[in-house]
C-alpha cells in the first residue's frame, strides 16, 4: 500500500489499522496508574459518603460521559451494598437546549448542576483539549459548591488540567486515541471500584 499516514509519517509500507492500534498500545502503556488511583481512590470515598457524581463531555466525550454514568451505576454493583450515585449531564437533552437556547451553551452543565450538586460531590470533566467552556463553566459552579472536580483530557490538557483536583490526560495529540483512552479509563476506573467495594463487603466494610 502506498497510502500516506494520518500521521504525516508517509511510508509505502504503511498499514493503517496496524498503525493506529500500535499508536494507541503505547498510549495506554504510558497512562499513569498513580493518577488513575487517585482518581478511583476518590471515587471510592464519594461512594463511602453517598456523594453524587456527575459527568459532562461534547462530542464524543459526551457519549463517554453518558457510557461512563452507566458503567459506574450498574458495573459497579455488589449485592448488599450501596449503590454509587453516577448522573450524565450529557443524557436530558431537552433542558441542555433550554439552558443553551435560553442563555448560552456554556450554561448547558453548570446550570443543570446547580439543581443536584452538594458539598463533597464529584463533577467528571471530560474534554480531549481540556478549554472547551461548557465545561470550564461547570468548573467554577463546582468550586462555588466545594465539590470535587476530575478531569479527564488528552495533552497537553489545557486549561481543564490545570484547575482539576485531579487529573488524567491521556499521552497523545490525537484526538480519537484520546477519546479511546477515556473509554479505557472508564472501564478500569469502574472495575477497580467494584473490586473495591466487592473487597469492602467481605471485610467487613459498608453497610
Known amino acids: 500500500m502506498s ?11 504503511y498499514d493503517p489499522v496496524e498503525d493506529y492500534l500500535s499508536r494507541l498500545e503505547r498510549t495506554v502503556n504510558r497512562l499513569s ?4 488511583w487517585a482518581v478511583v481512590q476518590v471515587m471510592y470515598r464519594a461512594w463511602q459518603d453517598g456523594k453524587q457524581i456527575f459527568l459532562i463531555g461534547n462530542g464524543g466525550s459526551a457519549a463517554t460521559a453518558s457510557h461512563m454514568a452507566n458503567d459506574l451505576n450498574k458495573l459497579t454493583i455488589v449485592e448488599g ?15 441542555m ?20 450538586i452538594q458539598t463533597g460531590d464529584i463533577v467528571v470533566c471530560i474534554s480531549t483539549s481540556g478549554n472547551s467552556p461548557s465545561i470550564l463553566r461547570a468548573v467554577e459552579v463546582a468550586r462555588q459548591y466545594e465539590a470535587t472536580v476530575i478531569g479527564l483530557t488528552g495533552e497537553p490538557g ?9 487529573c488524567i490526560a491521556v499521552p ?12 479505557i479509563l472508564d472501564h478500569v476506573i469502574a472495575n477497580t471500584l467494584r473490586n473495591l467495594i466487592y473487597t469492602a463487603k467481605h471485610t467487613g466494610g459498608l453497610p
Not at 494520518?6 to 509500507?13: E, G, K, R, V
Not at 451494598?81 to 433542558?95: F, Q, W, Y
Open 3 to 13: 497510502n500516506p499516514s494520518p500521521d504525516n509519517q508517509p511510508s509505502q509500507l
Open 33 to 36: 496508574r498513580e493518577d488513575i
Open 81 to 95: 451494598m450501596p449503590r454509587m450515585k453516577a448522573i450524565a449531564l450529557t443524557d436530558n437533552v431537552p433542558l
Open 97 to 116: 437546549t433550554a439552558w443553551s437556547n435560553d442563555t448560552s451553551y456554556e450554561n448547558a452543565f453548570s446550570e443543570q448542576m446547580r439543581n443536584f
Open 158 to 166: 489545557g486549561i481543564l488540567r490545570k484547575t482539576s483536583d485531579y
Open 172 to 183: 497523545d495529540d490525537h484526538i480519537g486515541r484520546q477519546e479511546d483512552g477515556h473509554m
